[in-house]
């Protein structure tokens, strides 16, 4: 049967296939075929253009969701079982040959992250004596004075809003009045995430679990990063990790070869983010393709 995610900010978009018994939670529906028509072929039209856009139009409430019923009374162009047998035998094959491009992708961008880890180990590792100071000795005092609860963050405002999420910046905020001045770069650090971020503009700090971490003076803020990541532990799930972090003692060199670091490692990374771009790239056109070919299998008109 096909499993649809019906409800909330994956509606639409999150459908699987199975062959097997399976238990499934809420914001689920699972579409069984009647006899005239294989299962694998209602499959491959709910990922087609034509039930994305019949669903989006059928969404509603207050989180965005689709009825079973409505999803029942859904238009669907029916062939004859041979042509559904060969629309399917031909869907399969063109997107197995694409998985099997994407998961070398994905094997590639896992050995960039290694080697990523490997030229932070060498160049940190590789140069002068240095002096071993306890993580929390490198650090200035910070106080924070506001934090913006996430449901305030706005799409688009004056100053960004810098959270222990992924991205970069998370949102935007307009009073100036509580905007995070740094005096210099700092390392933003996400208690529960884990998430290293080095941030060198001012910015108003989101939500919970954004620690700052402003280095002292003998420690360029850059070098400090890219220590941070080298040295990051283990993530133990959803929890504290800054008593972690307090465990951990720096190697500091003299300021001079700290810059010298960072700018072999800025002159690395730079490259390795451009394969990685190009990466990202090649797998986005493999999506499109199949939405392509998904969109001329089943872009005859519809019948009830």
Do not use: W
């Amino acid at each position: 049967s096909t499993l649809v995610c019906a409800e909330g900010g994956s509606a639409g978009r999150k459908i699987a296939f199975s062959d097997k018994e399976c238990c499934f939670v809420n914001k689920l529906f699972s579409i069984s075929p009647s006899k005239n028509l294989l299962p694998k072929f209602l499959y491959y039209f709910t990922l087609s253009q034509d039930f994305q856009l019949q669903f989006k139009n059928a969404l509603n409430g207050l989180i965005g969701g689709v009825s079973i019923n409505k999803i029942k009374n859904f238009n669907i162009k029916i062939p004859q079982l041979a042509e559904q047998h060969h629309i399917v035998d031909k869907l399969d094959k063109i997107f197995l040959n694409i998985s099997k491009i994407n998961l070398s992708k994905v094997e590639k961008e896992n050995e960039i992250d290694k080697l990523k880890k490997s030229i932070l180990s060498k160049i940190l590792k590789s140069k002068e004596t240095s002096t071993q100071i306890q993580f929390e000795k490198c650090l200035k005092k910070t106080n924070i004075n506001f934090k913006l609860k996430k449901r305030e963050y706005l799409k688009e405002g004056k100053f960004p809003v810098v959270s222990q999420e992924s991205e970069l910046i998370s949102g935007y905020h307009d009073n100036i009045k509580n905007v995070f001045h740094l005096p210099k770069p700092a390392v933003i650090f996400g208690d529960h995430t884990q998430v290293l971020k080095y941030i060198d503009f001012d910015f108003v700090v989101g939500a919970d679990g954004v620690k700052i971490l402003l280095p002292i003076d003998k420690i360029d803020p850059k070098y400090f990063y890219y220590a941070l990541k080298m040295m990051m532990p283990k993530n133990t799930g959803y929890a504290r990790h800054y008593k972690l972090l307090k465990k951990l003692k720096i190697s500091v060199p003299s300021i001079e070869e700290q810059k010298h670091i960072v700018v072999q490692l800025d002159k690395a990374f730079a490259e390795i983010e451009k394969v990685k771009l190009i990466i990202n790239k090649l797998k986005n056109n493999y999506t499109e393709l199949k939405l392509q070919i998904l969109k001329e299998e089943f872009q005859q008109d519809l019948v009830a």
